[in-house]
């Protein structure tokens, strides 16, 4: 089946700097690529989707200029979080849509981010 | 807006004993469904979905759900677990649009015993 992965599985960074997430696609184009956050025992909270080549969407509540999106070729999206925060501590996962495929999203690893 | 609810947050089982994890779902018209299971380390994987037709939906891992419009309900059920079945498991409705928005539910998770 199709395969996405997620660059760094783990990352913690300081107060202030920013981290960049990576979600590749491995064997199939992904038109569309989503970003979820998923705090502790909560569900996935979509935050944004994206589209090669066009700017992503963000969801309702979150912060555009802190939570960088690109979506750059249809095996790659990155999620830039900007200025980080200890409250930016969380999962996040990414999934990938194929073209013409609606609904087929498939779901990276995620990534622990610490925020120290 | 839509909105899943999942009411068992923790479920355990003994193996071989038969599942079923509650999900309720409220959205105006005709929803897309999915159960989704997701693993330590894993990806979330999709066990099922419903788009429209045949209100029994079967799929991987020996797992079922069955539509129920009436309740708002879309359960997932498995006639015999096995220990390897334990995980946290999503419901998710989806809107249709222009995107494939997800909604998710709080997750179940299901402790299997031996």
């Known amino acids: 089946g199709a395969v996405v992965s997620q660059h760094p599985s783990w990352v913690i960074c300081k107060s202030g700097t920013s981290v960049k997430i990576e979600c590749r696609s491995l064997?199939?184009?992904?038109?569309?690529m989503f970003w979820y956050r998923q705090f502790p025992k909560q569900s996935l909270m979509l935050m944004a989707t994206?589209?090669?080549?066009?700017?992503?969407?963000?969801e309702q509540g979150v912060e555009k200029d802190k939570f960088l999106i690109n979506h750059a070729s249809l095996t790659l999206s990155t999620l830039t979080v900007t200025s980080a925060h200890p409250e930016d501590s969380s999962f996040y996962i990414c999934?990938?849509?194929?073209?013409?495929?609606?609904?087929?999203?498939?779901f990276g690893p995620g990534t622990r981010l610490t925020v120290t | 807006a839509q909105s899943v609810t999942q009411p068992d947050i923790h479920i355990t089982v003994s193996e071989g004993a038969s599942l079923e994890l509650r999900c309720n779902y409220s959205?105006?018209?005709?929803?897309?469904l999915f159960w989704y299971v997701q693993s330590p380390g894993q990806g979330l994987q999709l066990l099922l979905k419903?788009?429209?037709?045949?209100?029994l939906v079967q799929g991987i891992k020996g797992f079922e759900a069955e539509f129920k419009r009436s309740q708002s309900s879309f359960n997932l059920r498995k006639p015999s677990v096995h220990w390897s079945d334990a995980a946290e498991y999503f419901c998710?409705?989806?809107?249709?649009?222009?995107?494939?928005?997800?909604?998710f539910g709080t997750g179940t998770r299901l402790q299997v015993t031996l």
């Open positions: 998710a409705v989806g809107a249709g649009g222009t995107a494939s928005k997800l909604t």
């Open positions: 064997d199939f184009q992904a038109t569309t």
């Open positions: 959205y105006g018209a005709t929803p897309y």
């Open positions: 999934s990938a849509e194929g073209q013409g495929a609606r609904y087929e999203q498939y």
């Open positions: 419903y788009f429209s037709g045949d209100t």
């Open positions: 994206s589209n090669e080549g066009s700017k992503a969407t963000y």
